[in-house]
């Protein structure tokens, strides 16, 4: 760090927390290749109690799509 640079406190923070050896974007690279965050409205969220049952609904939907495509006259 540099001299003479001020560090603002967060509040949030306390005195134990030590991230002098921390380094920045550490895992980043792997975190952005292998990660698939979808967040949804708060409305469907209530809907789902986990994301399993989330995946399974979509699963469903994803069938029903297919199946609907298979069916139409080309």
């Given at each position: 760090m540099k001299k003479g640079v001020r560090i603002r406190r967060d509040p949030d923070m306390l005195d134990e927390y030590d991230f002098s050896k921390g380094v920045r974007g550490k895992y980043?690279?792997?975190?952005?290749e292998g990660t698939n965050i979808?967040?949804?409205?708060?409305?469907?969220?209530?809907?789902?109690p986990n994301s399993e049952s989330v995946n399974e609904a979509l699963?469903?939907?994803i069938k029903v799509a297919r199946h609907r495509v298979k069916k139409v006259p080309a």
């Open positions: 980043a690279k792997r975190y952005a979808v967040v949804l409205s708060p409305d469907v969220a209530a809907a789902f699963r469903v939907l």
